[in-house]
Structures are given as structure tokens and as C-alpha cells.
């Protein structure tokens, strides 16, 4: 049970940050010409996606919902190559972040008190 409510933390911690990301970004857009309007707009609702994507899977963690630890533990998993590319090109402390905090998350959903919480055999 406590590993449910850890990663029901976690994914809505990086939810809002992906939100506020996104926030970010619609003001970059808004304010800065961009070699790339496409592109940037592409990257921002990219963000906007996800951040959506986490938030709506923690709260149907929170309410305890069976089918939502596939989709938490794709999206901790996808985290980690991000964190990783990062990592080694020029951002290493945002991409060790990033690959931690997916590797927590997926280690939480899939641990065994976790699967037992949502009734999972």
C-alpha cells in the first residue's frame, strides 16, 4: 500500500512538472520567433500530452484503478531513455533526474505490495 501511494506521488510530481513545462513553453512560443514554428509547436503540446498522460494515470491510481499500473509503468519506463540521452549529451543532471525517477517509478508499480493494493494477481 505504501508503494501505491509513492507512486501516485510521483507520477503526480512529475505531472505538474510536465505541466508547468508546457506552461513554459506556450509563453516561449507566444514570445520568441522560432526558427520552427511547427516544431515548437509540436514540442509544446507533446508536453501537454504527457503532462495530461501522468496526471490522469496518478489519479486512477489514487482511486485504485486496476488497469491504470500498465500504463504508469510504460510511461516511468519511458522516462529512463530520455534520461539517459540527456544524460550523456549535455545535461547530465536533468537526465540523471529524469532516469532515477523513472526507474523509482517503475520499481514502485511493480512491486509486489503495490500489485496487492490495486488486486492484481
Known amino acids: 500500500m505504501t508503494t501505491l501511494r509513492w507512486a501516485v506521488r510521483l507520477l503526480l510530481v512529475e505531472g505538474?512538472?510536465?505541466?508547468?513545462?508546457t506552461l513554459l513553453f506556450v509563453y516561449l512560443d507566444l514570445t520568441s520567433t522560432a526558427s520552427s514554428a511547427g516544431g515548437a509547436v509540436g514540442?509544446?503540446?507533446?508536453?501537454?500530452?504527457?503532462a495530461v498522460l501522468f496526471l490522469g494515470i496518478g489519479v486512477a491510481l489514487h482511486r485504485r484503478r486496476r488497469w491504470a499500473r500498465g500504463p504508469g509503468i510504460v510511461c516511468q519506463m519511458l522516462q529512463m531513455p530520455i534520461?539517459?540521452?540527456?544524460l550523456h549529451n549535455g545535461q547530465p543532471y536533468i537526465g540523471a533526474a529524469l532516469f532515477v525517477l523513472g526507474l523509482a517509478?517503475?520499481?514502485?508499480?511493480?512491486?509486489?505490495?503495490t500489485?496487492?493494493?490495486?488486486?492484481?494477481r
Open 16 to 21: 505538474a512538472g510536465l505541466a508547468a513545462l
Open 115 to 120: 500489485r496487492i493494493a490495486l488486486g492484481v
Open 83 to 86: 534520461g539517459w540521452t540527456m
Open 105 to 113: 517509478g517503475a520499481v514502485l508499480l511493480f512491486a509486489p505490495s
Open 43 to 50: 514540442a509544446t503540446a507533446y508536453l501537454g500530452l504527457m
